[in-house]
């Protein structure tokens, strides 16, 4: 504890609560929201009250970041949905929500875990049906070009069964998914920015991803309370394949994930490096580490075959260890020490620092990437002369974003609020410059922030304008809507010297971490080109039903208003095999199709292909309709589906 901030009462305060939160800390992070009530007087407040402390730091400005009727935004925000299993797109300043991507989740609006083309993506059982229908999305990151976004794919973890998923972005739709072997609990991802060696390659190729839970690496039901033997991996995945290259294991876990400009390094910051197998043995210890990836260094050994592989998995997995690399100078990974339990490392727009928090420590630890290789090469006697800073900054701190001016900004959890500190104020101090002040302001949110983000904030373009925090709880922000809470995304100005809070977007549980990219770096299409389909139906004339044994195939085209076939008839028992073509060539003009009792529904967008498979196993009369409202006759376009019995 280097430093304080604060007038002398509330560092008081703050010292209070820091005692109550180190003995309480075993009793669970809860008390972060009880830590929270006695700030709010929660949803029982007088509404007077509230609404003075709602609008207080807007001031007169709020309708500068109001976007009128007619208008577009200046940015796109990408947001993860969390346990929806999906990826949204928001616009800001407004914060209205534009779209949601299915990726883990089934979605009936598109037809997302329905249609065969998205079942080949997601992955089936034997039986046909999708391999699983839950996904946890926790962080979306693009990928970049000289150090910025290159508007090509937007990649996103699924936590719970270990799958990284990429959308296209001109399309802002999934085309792959692949489950990492050896994974549970994936949290961490994050594209490299160019290549470690080949300084031709100045853009993302791999893609990194850190497994969180240890387990038994082959997890066949033998040995499982063997728990020192439990282990975590980290991956590397290929950006255009999407196979999985190779893995590392590794001494704890990995949780948040950051790749250096240089393409030299990957990190991941480490809470548990206990390995405890109980929550009680996960925070013994009085630092946790940040661990570092020499990439090079690790495809030169898999190059050289020093690899294992474990189970059923063809991935070359090298050894990360502490005891296994214990010589820096030919070491694949370096654990430099940082402060209890971190949550969140971020890399600075500059490339010199990442900063890793603390969450069970009021501190953020800020490691300077030369003096990580400067370990690599054997320089440093000790991994954690790599840290260059570590300002006290307030309680709970998770994710640090960057403005590009050399301020960094860290959510604080227990704290309720958004701490501004400067980046060369705390190098100065933790030098012992006792005249440097690192943190420069403070803001509170509604309530208890996870990850913050700015705008252009992970690239080198960092532009300093909006801080979008993600807030976990809402309380007495917005109309009661039952039990679930609405989650508050909260938009601060930070271009000034004060940040200020210029509007509370509601936001449906839960998203975890979010992009804001300017909007002229994405180049969406509007129509697709019939002819990337195989299977397209090129023509209303072509629409026919085919059959081959108890195998059918239905060719149909839609055309506002109407479907190319008024009705088809099948037989109880057959395999039916409905393949849709949309002929619309008009922007925006998206037909559904669905059919009752048959537990199918779906969409084509102009000029697109879907197909869908089933069993007619209930005869009968089935009118099968436009979903999506597309005509003035959109009600009349439907056919008729013929079961015979
Ligand atoms: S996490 S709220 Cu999954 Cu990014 Cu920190
Ligand atoms: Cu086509 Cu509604
Ligand atoms: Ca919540």
């Not at 079942?119 to 150090?147: E, L, N």
Request: hydrophobic share 35%; charged share 25%.
């Amino acid at each position: 504890m280097r430093q304080k901030s604060g007038t002398p009462s509330e560092q008081l305060s703050v010292i209070g609560r820091r005692k109550f939160i180190n003995t309480a800390a075993l009793a669970g992070l809860t008390v972060g929201v009880a830590a929270c009530n006695d700030k709010s007087a929660g949803p029982a407040a007088a509404p007077a009250a509230s609404t003075a402390a709602r609008v207080a730091n807007a001031g007169s400005e709020v309708g500068k970041y109001e976007v009128a009727p007619g208008q577009l935004d200046d940015y796109y925000s990408f947001s993860s949905g969390g346990h929806s299993g999906d990826v949204r797109i928001y616009g800001l300043p407004s914060g209205r929500l534009f779209k949601s991507i299915p990726v883990f989740n089934m979605d009936c609006l598109v037809g997302w875990g329905i249609t065969n083309e998205s079942k080949k993506i997601i992955g089936t059982k034997p039986d046909g049906s999708p391999k699983y229908r839950t996904g946890d999305t926790h962080h979306v990151h693009p990928s970049y070009k000289d150090g910025t976004y290159d508007g090509k794919y937007i990649f996103v973890n699924d936590k719970i069964h270990g799958r990284i998923a990429r959308i296209r972005m001109d399309t802002m739709e999934t085309d792959k998914i692949t489950e990492l072997p050896l994974v549970q609990g994936f949290h961490g991802i994050f594209p490299d920015k160019r290549d470690p060696v080949d300084a031709a390659i100045n853009h993302t190729t791999r893609v990194f991803c850190g497994g969180e839970f240890s387990i038994p690496l082959v997890n066949d039901g033998k040995n499982m309370e063997a728990t020192k033997d439990y282990r975590s991996v980290f991956s590397c995945v290929d950006a255009e394949s999407m196979e999985v290259r190779w893995q590392v294991v590794i001494d704890g876990n990995c949780d948040l994930v950051a790749s250096s400009y240089d393409g030299k390094l990957a990190c991941s910051n480490q809470y548990n490096t206990e390995n405890g197998a109980r929550y009680e043995d996960m925070m013994s210890a009085e630092m946790d580490s940040c661990i570092f990836f020499n990439v090079a260094r690790i495809e030169a050994a898999v190059k050289a075959g020093k690899f294992k592989t474990y189970g059923s998995s063809k991935v070359p997995v090298v050894d990360g260890s502490k005891a296994g690399n214990a010589d820096p100078k030919t070491a694949l990974t370096c654990y430099v020490p940082v402060s209890k339990n971190p949550h969140g490392v971020n890399a600075s727009p500059d490339g010199k620092y990442y900063a890793c928090s603390g969450k069970l420590s009021p501190t953020a630890t800020l490691i300077e990437h030369a003096l990580v290789l400067k370990w690599f090469d054997g320089e440093l006697k000790d991994a954690r002369e790599a840290v260059v800073a570590e300002p006290e900054i307030g309680l709970g701190p998770l994710h640090t974003a960057f403005d590009g001016r050399g301020n960094a900004y860290t959510t604080l959890f227990l704290d309720s609020q958004i701490v501004k500190w400067n980046v060369e104020a705390a190098i100065k101090s933790y030098k012992g410059d006792k005249t440097a002040k690192p943190v420069v302001d403070r803001i509170d949110v509604m309530y208890q922030p996870g990850h913050g983000f700015t705008s252009m904030g992970e690239t080198k373009n960092a532009d300093g304008k909006y801080f979008l925090s993600d807030n976990k709880f809402s309380k007495d922000r917005f109309l009661p809507v039952g039990p679930l809470h609405p989650e508050t995304a909260q938009l601060i100005d930070i271009s000034g010297d004060k940040m200020k809070l210029v509007a509370d977007h509601s936001v449906y549980s839960e998203p975890h971490d979010s992009i804001i990219i300017p909007r002229n770096l994405i180049r969406t299409r509007q129509v697709y080109d019939i002819n990337e389909f195989p299977n397209a139906v090129k023509d209303a004339k072509e629409c026919r039903v085919e059959r081959k044994g108890k195998k059918v195939t239905v060719y149909l085209t839609s055309q506002a208003p109407t479907f190319g076939l008024r009705e088809w008839t099948v037989k109880r028992g057959d395999e039916v095999t409905i393949i849709l073509t949309n002929l619309d060539k008009v922007e925006d003009l998206t037909h559904g199709f669905a059919i009752p009792k048959y537990d199918i529904n779906f969409i084509v967008n102009p000029q697109e292909t879907k197909s869908v498979t089933f069993i007619a196993d209930k005869p009968g009369v089935y009118w099968c309709y436009c979903t999506n409202f597309c005509h003035a006759l959109h009600l009349e376009m439907r056919s008729r589906m013929l079961v015979e019995a």
